[in-house]
Structures are given as C-alpha cells and as structure tokens.
C-alpha cells in the first residue's frame, strides 16, 4: 500500500513520494508535506521557468531563484509563469 501525505500545495490526502527528493532537512520536510502529484506538477512547472527564461542551472543565482520558486508554487503564491501561461485545473 502507498504512502498518503496531507499534500500542502493540494491541502488534501494523496499519495506521497516514494523517497526524498533531496537530501538533508529539505528534502525530509518535502517528502513528508508534498504529494507525487504536487512534486510531478513542480517538475513540470519548473522544466517551463528553465526554459522560458533559459536559466543556466549552474549559476548560484538560479538555484536560489528555483528554490524560491518551488516555495511559493509549493505554498499557491505569486509564482513565475512564463507571458500567457494558464495553469491546469486541480
């Protein structure tokens, strides 16, 4: 039987990650608070943002940007969205 998480991008019981997306505390606090759902649709989201905006992912400056992002996709805030974007239903 899988795993269920009370998904905090979701607010509601789904199925949670198999492991840590990260290591240390980060990435405990994901797998304990995110859903495959909300982690899959981050990925998705954030693959879009890399794309558009064409960031070099080895420049410090974009790692703390998509970590500042993830928080607020994660938490429903006002995050990047690429001109024209309409997000998916939940």
């Known amino acids: 039987m ?3 998480v009370l998904c905090r991008k979701y ?3 789904l199925e949670g990650l198999d492991r840590a997306p990260y290591p240390g505390p980060k ?3 994901i797998f ?8 899959q649709a981050w990925l998705a989201h954030q693959t879009m943002i ?13 790692q703390t940007f998509l970590a ?3 928080e607020k996709f994660l938490d429903d805030g006002d995050y990047e ?8 239903e939940k």
Do not use: C, F, H
């Open 50 to 62: 890399i794309n558009e905006k064409r960031l070099n992912l080895m420049a410090p400056t974009t």
């Open 2 to 4: 899988s795993r269920t």
């Open 27 to 29: 990435g405990k606090l």
């Open 11 to 13: 607010q509601k019981e």
């Open 68 to 70: 500042d992002e993830l």
């Open 81 to 88: 969205r690429p001109e024209g974007y309409v997000p998916e």
């Open 32 to 39: 304990e608070n995110v859903s495959k759902q909300a982690w």
